[in-house]
């Protein structure tokens, strides 16, 4: 589900129409076809292909247990965003951090050079199948932050957000979906800092709106486009007192 809501912040003002009339804020949620690839890390194993994880798995891993790492790739979908405003000015993606007794680690949040046409089947092994090749490989992701997500060690029983702010990648996302809106599937990678014996878990796309990951975009028209609203209000107020004089 996809959530769009008005925001209320001031910004500049162009012939009467400021950017608070035209900003709207939509939250894109992550599809339920995340997955979470396991990679052999373990020098002395015997070559194994990557696994991945199925759907209806109410987490996702990022962690190295000294033998498999563990990562996430998280897909959204920019369609929501069709006719919302052409640029994109603010975006944070969210996630909850399930409870849980491991400490907290640094998580490398990537995101993917090019828009998909459509969603990764989560069931395929991604270094064989033609439709998923390539994209886990580190080499199509661009790094966005790298940030400690933070726990409390024991039987934490409180969920922990992890907000991290992705606005130049979506911004450029956007702007490719704007290009070619038949590509509006983003990828975004979500790994440790290769720091062995931690476990960080977040709830996945399989969970309610609260809980799901997902990226609060903030989308304005361009100046140009506020310039056509402010004229179009101002030939509507025209029109008004040209009837009331008659």
Known sequence: PQIVTPTLTVQTL????????????TSLYSSPLDYEIRELTDPFAP??????????????????DGNTAYKTILQFDLASLAGQGDTVTNAELRMI???GWYPGESVRVQG?????????????????DPSATGEYHAGDYTLITDSYATTTMGFDDTDTPFLQD??????ARHAEYLLDPSKSVVLMRLESNFQVGTDTRFYSGNNATNLAPRINVETVPEPGSLLLLAGGAALIA???RVQVAD
Do not use: H, M
Request: glycine letters at 6%; charged letters at 20%; hydrophobic letters at 35%.
């Open 14 to 25: 162009f012939a009467g129409v400021s950017s608070a009339d035209a900003a709207v804020t």
């Open 112 to 128: 993917k050079n090019s828009n998909r046409a459509g969603y990764i089947d989560p069931t395929a092994v991604p270094n064989t």
């Open 166 to 171: 992705v606005t130049a990648f979506i911004a």
């Open 97 to 99: 951090r399930d409870v």
């Open 238 to 240: 025209t029109r008004r």
């Open 47 to 64: 070559p194994e292909p990557l696994r991945t994880q199925g759907t209806n798995d109410a987490d996702v891993s990022v962690w190295n």
